[in-house]
């Protein structure tokens, strides 16, 4: 049991390039969320999810596209990165305690 | 519309001292209240959580909190801090509209030895 698992680790963009962070999760929960986490500012939400096929918008979705074909995984695409978009990239997920939320490990994004 | 606010960004502690982390929430019904906790270079791990019932509620690692709704606050308490305490503090609130959370800017806490 892995729980939630995020890919890469750290990633290094130049303004435009585009790329997809990796979420999944093993432990057949419905909701998942993406959150950005920036200093002083604590955890702001980008997209959210409540099961397969639906997804929705969170406080900061400008910038980033979301999907969810599985009920595992949920992937995160930054469109056109700019440098306002640095930042660490958390995936999270939850089951019928919908407000208890498992983290990754996140993902440290630098555009340049 | 829901807030949290944890008014102190950085709390300085003794190994051994006592603790208090601050929150305050605004919300009118009873909120869902939890705090999480973030190691350095790690994930958020949930420390506990307040849903009804007794105020007073516990966690892992030591850690209990008080609901407070007088107050509007939901204060995070250790007894005694260990310098594997130091981390980075998170309150959160329920949104009653679309079931995920509403956090606070965080609480860093350092351990002197």
């Known amino acids: 049991n892995a729980g939630v698992t995020q890919t890469p680790k750290f990633q290094v963009l130049k303004t435009g390039q585009s790329m997809t962070l990796q979420c999944a999760q093993d432990?057949?929960?419905?909701?998942m969320s993406w959150y950005r986490q920036d200093p002083g500012m604590g955890l702001r939400l980008i997209h959210y999810?409540?099961?397969?096929?639906?997804?929705d918008q969170g406080e900061v979705p400008n910038g980033y596209n979301v999907s969810r074909s599985t009920t595992e995984d949920f992937p995160l695409r930054l469109l056109s990165a700019a440098p306002s978009q640095t930042s660490v990239y958390f995936c999270?997920?939850?089951?019928?305690?919908?407000?208890?939320?498992?983290f990754g490990p996140g993902t440290r994004l630098t555009v340049t | 519309a829901q807030s949290v606010t944890q008014p102190d960004i950085h709390i300085t502690v003794s190994e051994g001292a006592s603790l208090e982390l601050r929150c305050n929430y605004s919300y009118g019904a009873t909120p869902y209240l939890f705090w999480y906790v973030q190691s350095p270079g790690q994930g958020l791990q949930l420390l506990l959580k307040?849903?009804?019932?007794d105020t007073l509620v516990q966690g892992i690692k030591g850690f209990e909190a008080e609901f407070k709704r007088s107050q509007s606050s939901f204060n995070l308490r250790k007894p005694s801090v260990h310098w594997s305490d130091a981390a980075e503090y998170f309150c959160?609130?329920?949104?009653?509209?679309?079931?995920?959370?509403?956090w606070g800017a965080g609480t860093k806490l350092i351990i002197k030895p």
């Open positions: 999810s409540v099961g397969a096929g639906i997804t």
């Open positions: 307040y849903f009804s019932g």
């Open positions: 999270a997920s939850s089951g019928l305690a919908v407000y208890e939320q498992y």
């Open positions: 959160a609130v329920g949104s009653d509209s679309n079931y995920q959370l509403i």
């Open positions: 432990m057949n929960h419905e909701y």
